[in-house]
């Protein structure tokens, strides 16, 4: 066998260069069939790789077909002819528009601003976490006290919620959160009102139990309540600080108007307060659990606030549920990283997270600023802004006739891309397709340039 | 109203220590019924606390009948006659035998030991992690595909088990992924064989879905595979290499009968190798997932071979659930940290983790002999000693006609913490009870003070 130079890259393991280095050479003819492929041991020599990946690189191609092991003789090559199935090694996550254009401009949610980040202060206390006795133990399986003790404080004065460490439960996402309480709750309700169009991921994790649905319309002016009255579920999903996705705020009254129904239905409403530290115009209304704890299951999270992967969310109960929580979940061990958790808690006591929450409201309402400005230059009439009075994200509504499906792909043509927001409805929306632009990981530039590939994307071809 | 001094401890919050001042002195008499408490503001500035702390310590006085408010003329004392209800603010979490005598010696199970922690590595690459790009979004749904490659490297070298980064499933903990398949298994599976004792947080996990269960029966031998042939369910949840709690390793030819009798029932076995890194006397037996991948789900975690608190769990799914645990959980965020998940590539990459556990095994394996000579040593034939080939804790059978209570009870009174079995077994154990003890973060002396303290409390009394 010829001599095969490899270049190894750095971001992709070298057993899977390896097989698709042999896969190709094998495909396009240039090792024959039959012929012997160097022994493990000589393939990780000559490559200076460890034998573990010659191996697993040998074995994927054995796997597939491509090569066959004849015992001590060694490897040889198939005939092609031979070849089972042609399987490919890529991950199924792989995002079907990444093989077309690259991405320059990614509006991508749910991200947060590197620049800003308070590296050196969470450096310091991680490494303090570290040192802790507690942080080389299981923890609590509700969380630790220390943070649960700060949520409660921060709670008391940024929503209004009054409430104490022991009434807090610590989980790593809303989901997962969403999925113990739907065990606790199926017992007693077997069906659940969401909001029409509304976050998409609550829903999935009803279904967990095999939650039926009811839905309460949401115009981008608000929502419909007077349907509530017609309804027959006494479990209500809401986010009324910032409605996901229209952005729209609750007003005092329809909070009211809720609370009141809640009560005479003796249901739960649980209201998901995930971004409400972002409003931008005015300050934040109160929590629905800052007006009636007895009925309101208060979700939070520090994944738009502060760092998506820190995977860090809470929930606060009211006292029945609590007892019935507490001793459903006794036995299982929290989700959520202890050293995180003392983290974020140092991080909230020091005063840190108060002043970062103030600065990332201060940059994030100068990029809201920026992009609706910029919006409203480049793509004019052709769009209708919602949703910019708070958040980490807006939407435009495009009235040119396009579907969704065609803004987004002529969007990752011109290198953009841009999200959906049909999935957050319940049955397909016909009007207007609305596009979803994230803008808090992207400079000033970056959101300039964005916009004016938007226009060539989504003007040029109709003029 | 006459001074009141307070000397604040540090590990209670300052406000649950001005309730409970407050209201030990009401319920003393100390305070009369109608004296006004100072201000919110006053209370304040003269314990140098918040005013939050001051107001949270009010709020829940008020909300137990306590003390009321009276708008601007500020709190007041209540008649204790009208206390409505007396609610404690403690922890439900609270151990009830911590109101006893101090712990001095804890033999809890599932601890490290923080001294041989690799504190500076990890914490170089955790602030590596912190800088990257990625570690500012959300994550893969099924983790990140750096730390499935090399879990799947580490898998094959260590435990034989083929497979690919693909193929991995990372989530927070064992329970966690446990009620995920669950989730996916039901359909096809309404019951479950588990062990018997087995491990508790596992029957708990397959409750959430409403799984029945049959048992099959462990004894300190060995389990009785002969039994399968009578049972109904197609679903097996095991611990082949060190059955919890016992310890036992299935022999080769129980790992092929398992194999066999799966493959005839068409179903699955659920595989959890929960601490297959620490075998002491001969190398570990091969995972079952080695010898058939098809029918076998295999289950990992970091929480007992490197940190409890990463809270970092893996599985291995045979193709058809991977298919299906992918489409149904593709909108489901991942519940674990980024952060962790690149600082534990980055850490199994450089070789860092191969050198940890081979340096844990030494330091754990000495700490088993240890204990085990004290034992032998102090409580003599009082006692059988049963798993000390591997494994993070050892179990002792005591045969002094007491009962489980009484022995963790005695120890309790000497200043010991021990562990029970009887968790861990379905129906309730009549022979002599087995007590639990971890050590692998008790230094020598501590175990030699913990185990003199345990005859103390166990013979002495008897004697």
Not at 340 to 359: C, D, L, N, Y
Request: with cysteine.
């Amino acid at each position: 066998m010829k001599n095969i130079i490899f270049a190894f890259k750095d971001d992709v393991p070298k057993y899977k260069q390896i097989y698709e280095q042999f896969k190709l050479l094998i495909e396009q003819g240039k090792l024959n069939a039959n012929e012997q492929l160097p022994s493990i041991r000589e393939l990780a020599h000559s490559l200076q790789v460890s034998r573990n990946t010659t191996l697993m690189a040998y074995d994927q191609l054995v796997a597939e077909g491509y090569i066959r092991g004849e015992g001590r003789k060694g490897f040889f090559i198939n005939e092609l002819e031979n070849l089972p199935f042609q399987v490919t090694l890529s991950s199924s996550n792989k995002n079907p528009s990444e093989s077309s254009n690259p991405i320059l401009i990614d509006f991508r949610p749910g991200a947060v601003d590197q620049k800003y980040f308070p590296l050196k202060t969470w450096r310091r206390l991680y490494n303090q976490a570290l040192t802790l006795p507690e942080s080389f133990l299981y923890g609590e399986p509700f969380g630790e006290v220390c943070l649960r003790e700060q949520i409660a404080a921060y709670l008391l004065q940024s929503r209004g919620v009054k409430t104490d460490a022991d009434s807090i439960i610590i989980g790593s996402s809303t989901q997962q959160m969403l999925i113990n309480l739907g065990y606790i709750l199926k017992g007693d309700f077997s069906s659940v009102i969401v909001e029409n169009p509304g976050y998409d991921g609550a829903r999935e994790a009803f279904k967990f139990h095999q939650f039926s649905f009811e839905t309460v319309q949401v115009h981008e002016t608000g929502a419909d309540l007077s349907q509530l009255e017609r309804m027959k579920s006494r479990l209500i999903y809401v986010t009324p600080s910032h409605h996901s996705p229209y952005g729209v705020s609750m007003s005092i009254q329809q909070r009211h108007t809720l609370i009141q129904w809640i009560n005479k239905m003796k249901g739960y409403i649980i209201e998901d307060d995930y971004d409400s530290e972002f409003r931008y115009t005015q300050q934040p209304f109160p929590a629905l659990a800052s007006i009636d704890s007895a009925r309101v299951i208060y979700l939070g999270n520090f994944s738009k606030s502060f760092l998506p992967g820190i995977r860090l969310s809470y929930m606060v109960l009211p006292q029945p549920l609590l007892n019935l929580y507490k001793k459903q979940f006794l036995y299982f061990e929290s989700t959520t990283s202890i050293l995180s958790q003392f983290t974020m808690a140092k991080f909230m006591e020091s005063g840190e997270w108060s002043r970062h929450i103030k600065r990332m409201r201060l940059v994030y309402k100068q990029k809201m600023h920026y992009i609706v400005t910029e919006l409203k230059k480049h793509l004019k009439e052709n769009i209708t802004i919602i949703g910019e009075q708070s958040g980490l994200y807006l939407l435009v509504k495009v009235g040119l006739n396009r579907s969704e499906d065609w803004l987004i792909q002529q969007a990752s043509f011109y290198g953009v891309k841009v999200y959906p927001t049909s999935i957050y409805f319940v049955h397909n929306k016909t009007d207007n397709p609305i596009i979803k632009l994230g803008f808090t990981n992207l400079s000033f530039e970056d959101i300039q340039f964005g916009v004016s590939l938007l226009k060539k994307a989504w003007l040029e071809k109709t003029c």
